[in-house]
């Protein structure tokens, strides 16, 4: 079963840029779908950026698009999220999440849905403040 590890968090300022890292191991980015999510406190955890496997497939949040992209690195088992232009709204814990999909058969509508993920890291802190 795949194990996912987040790392990258920390605090910065309106404007400011963090790079979240995801390294699954058992994961392969050619046959995985990936995703980064957030959930801030009192609110649900929502899908931000995911994509197919071989990075086919993809999906952004509106309020992040231009701002994050999501990313793979397939000779590490890694996948990224970079952060531009934070905001204080970007505030939350981020996760990240894995399916198995080899037939490349998860839509980019699909990958907002947390239900369809079979595997979770145990998130990390993005704090945006002045």
């Known amino acids: 079963q795949v194990q996912l590890v987040e790392s990258g968090g920390g605090t910065v300022r309106p404007g400011g840029s963090l790079r979240l890292t995801c390294v699954g191991s058992?994961?392969?980015?050619?046959?995985?779908?990936v995703a980064w999510f957030r959930q801030a406190p009192g609110k649900e955890r929502e899908a931000v950026v995911g994509?197919?496997?071989?990075?086919?497939?993809?999906f952004s949040l509106d309020s992040v698009r231009g701002r994050f992209t999501i990313s793979g690195y397939s000779a590490k088992d890694t996948a990224y999220l970079q952060m531009d232009n934070l905001k204080p709204e970007d505030s939350g814990v981020y996760y990240c999440?894995?399916?198995?999909?080899?037939?490349?058969?998860?839509?980019?509508?699909?990958?907002?849905?947390?239900?369809?993920?079979?595997?979770w890291g145990q998130g990390t802190q993005v704090t945006v403040s002045s």
């Open positions: 058992g994961l392969s980015l050619k046959t995985y779908a």
């Open positions: 999440a894995a399916v198995y999909d080899p037939w490349q058969s998860v839509m980019a509508n699909d990958l907002r849905d947390p239900a369809l993920y079979e595997a």
């Open positions: 994509m197919g496997p071989r990075t086919g497939s993809r």
